[in-house]
């Protein structure tokens, strides 16, 4: 791994209201996008423990909820 990161363009800031989420596949990977009061996050779009959909799931604050069997995902902020 080389250490350099590369960007890629989810979705356009007008394209996600407060409070919602949505799901995006870049690279072939299926990356959930959120808008938490204006913050926007990124992560895994599939469920840890039999690969749900979490964009088809809940999002209450900055906590998914996974439609299948309610399993939760925290966004957290990435600090470095
Ligand atoms: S598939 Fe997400 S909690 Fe089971």
Redesign the pocket.
Known sequence: MSGEREFLEAAKISELEKGRMRSVKLKGIDVLTANVDGRFYALDDR??????L?SMGTLRGKIVT??????VRRYRKRED
Not at 47 to 52: L, Q, S, T
């Open positions: 469920c840890g423990h039999m690969n749900a979490l996974c439609p299948f069997h309610f399993g």
